[in-house]
């Protein structure tokens, strides 16, 4: 018999735990955390730990007989009980995956209500001939058969790794996978993948196929995550703010125009100047809190090349000038959706803030693009 749903969503690991100490529950809802997001990689990880469970890792004829797979835009609730229903073939269990649906459709009338709250009552009391597992489900905890639902259920939760954890999470992929990360270059990737997991393991395989043998052999340097991540365009446009915060307008302006002048579209860069912009106040705000600079890095949640430029040059910000940066790119956002032309509105936006942001480097200085209304 399987124990009682525990009160209190599962980490991927309980469940792991689970599984291994004693047979698979009769209902799970796998899903991710509302504010941290979805890690829909470890949610394949627990179905895979559920079916393997179930009904093994074979994909013989036995194990594909009793495995059904229900997926579709709008799906009834009474399809989904009467598939975990049906008795398994041969011995074992049935194992019903619900995944890829966007509305869950309960009874209008209370007594149908009723006899589906009470089937989903029976259904987790004990070990029956199948395991049901929700994938993702739309659910509506104002609908009584829903609430039915998460009561009667095992929840997994499975958050996307947060901005700290994601270097960790993208070194254990590389090394599952043969690779060798070196630890700025995993910072690196995790600045330009985010914490989407899916993104992430992407960018490791591109990297396993570009690399090779090579890639096993020693770490992988900050170069190569660089040549081939995204394609190149997110870690140039990363070089980019990353020539901003040192407030080199001619290197930052030579790497905007590649990046337009190679498709990349405009809303793109203003998010990822935007994200170094917030950064360089917040390092210039936590330096006139008397933060050592060496801890700024951190503070701000900088990662890879970031963390020595904001250092280096966080002493050269003014939080005023960097302010008024957060309105030039509210300008530049509507100038470019009012029709001004996208390329040179870019340019301009990229000297504005520079100019504005501290004390720059001796050199000269590139003139502002013209034809550009300014805000």
Known sequence: MAAAP???????????????????????????????????????????????????????????????????????????????????????????????????????????????????????????????VLVEPPLDGRLRVHKALVEAACIVTCPSPTAEEMPGWLAGEAKARGLSLARDAAETLAAITGTETMRARQEIEKLSLYLGAE?????????????????????????????????EEAEALRLARELLEAGEEEVALLGAIAFRVRQMLLAAEALARRVPPRDIPALVRAWGSTRTVLEKNVARYEAGGLVQSLRDLTWADSAIKKGADGHETMLSLVSRIIRAAGEPRAGPRCGLARGVVRG
């Not at 073939?89 to 007594?111: A, K, M, Y």
């Open 215 to 247: 890639g096993r052999a020693k770490p992988i340097p900050v170069a190569e995550v660089a040549a081939v991540a995204a394609g190149g365009a997110v870690a140039d446009a990363w070089r980019m703010c990353d020539a901003i915060a040192r407030l």
């Open 6 to 132: 525990r009160k209190g969503p599962l980490t991927p690991s309980a469940l792991e735990a689970s599984l291994a100490g004693g047979a698979a529950l009769p209902l799970y809802i796998l899903e991710g955390d509302r504010k941290a997001g979805t890690d829909r990689i470890a949610i394949e990880r627990c179905l895979a730990m559920v079916r393997a469970k179930v009904v093994g890792t074979d994909r013989g004829a036995e194990s594909d007989w009793n495995l059904t797979i229900l997926t579709r835009d709008r799906l009834e609730i009474a399809e989904m009980l009467d598939a975990a229903a049906t008795m398994p073939l041969f011995s074992g269990q049935r194992l019903v995956v619900v995944r890829g649906v966007s509305e869950l459709l309960q009874p209008q009338d209370e007594g149908g209500q009723k006899e589906q709250i009470a089937r989903l009552a029976g259904l987790s009391a004990e070990r029956g001939s199948s395991v049901l």
